[in-house]
């Protein structure tokens, strides 16, 4: 009798528990507070948030195959730098997501073999191929400015960092898609064939850029939520819009056509209306049909399974200097270094 | 596939210029100290965003509960006579 009177108190006390850390929850987002890694959180937010988190991570990483594809190609050392920096980025910015996700009790090496398992997305866009150098130049401007348009919102983000790392991803995605703009400039005032290849990469680029913001709002799966959650604060369409209104002016600097016949200015709206998407090709891209979803996802394969030796060499040496630091006789840069911050800490 | 031995997650901390305090600047994985501070400049100082790294083990920290963050912090609460604003002092009353 005791037993189960003990036993009915303490499933109350949890469930009231449950429901405080809940109403706790709701009232920091509601309140534009951000949840933190150790706060207690709903596990569909903390889900939805290892998917995007994981998703946008492996965007970064498998983002660079399609410009490294260019580098020993690049048609000036000027150019060729720009792009290594870029590249170097693009992979700062997948280890900076991949932290973040790590902060919700996932792991970088989890999340790795999901994507290479293909049980996780990256954004489609990359299933593209870079088919000429003026490609460089498109991605920068339209892939890396849809990225921005997207991304600007998540700096305030509900999950505080998640919301960190984007803050420091958008400064520098400005540079990229600033280099990009420029490029495609040089492009189109030069000579006609360069013009043209500058046309022919913005003809292509175009429409999967559009593509990047997602389903139309009455299809997005996650949205809704999303959006109640303060993860996402702008909707898929309302942000495709936005892109399209500041590229239209962009383009026209550029000397350069959009490839939408349908594209011009709504006095009423205040905005652009332009063509219909075929989210005929988006689906087939996202189910794997693009043209270079297979070259991707292999060549992220090869690159993690040939960089395994340098990991474990790595952790092998690590294992091997381990302890021999503290006695001060390894003379290792190592024990050096970390002698160095013991020092400043104190002082 | 190989490479599940995950490497140690470290806590990153930079110093954007001298006269300023170490900020904590996000986390990385790493095999040791040293590789933790090279891979630390390479992630988070390419824009010369610091002049000095700070790395810890983020095993070594030790942080307060989300959960107790009510009583663990109450003691503070109810001294607002820590604040220099908390007193009167007469109009005209200079430097003070």
Known sequence: MTAVTTGTAVEATVETTAEAYEAAFDAAVAADERIEPRDWMPEAYRASLVRQMAQHAHSE?????????????APSLRRKAILMAKVQDEAGHGLYLYSAAETLGTSRTELLDKLHAGRQKYSSIFNYPTLTWADVGAIGWLVDGAAITNQVPLCRCSYGPYARAMVRICKEESFHQRQG??????LSRGTPAQHEMAQDAVNRWWWPSLMMFGPPDDESAHSAQSMTWKIKRHSNDELRQRFV???????????????????????????HDFGAIDWDEFREVLKGNGPCNEQRISQRRRAHEEGAWVREAATAYAAKHSGKGASGDSGTGGARSARLVEKEATA | MSGSTQWPLWEVFVRSRRGLSHTHAGSLHAPDAEMALRNA??????????????????????????????????????KPYRHPTFYEIPEGVRHL
């Open chain 1, 61 to 73: 990483i498998i983002g660079m195959q399609p410009e490294a594809n260019w580098i020993t190609r």
């Open chain 1, 181 to 186: 703009y420029e490029s495609l400039l040089a």
């Open chain 1, 245 to 271: 209104d500041i590229c239209v002016p962009q383009a026209e600097t550029l000397g350069l056509t959009l490839p939408d016949p349908d594209l011009k200015w709504n006095e009423e709206r205040g905005q």
């Open chain 2, 41 to 78: 400049r390479d992630l988070y100082t390419r824009r010369s965003e610091g002049v000095s790294i700070w790395v810890v083990p983020s095993a070594s920290i030790t942080a307060s509960s989300p959960d107790e963050k009510d009583s663990f912090f109450e003691p503070a609460g109810d």
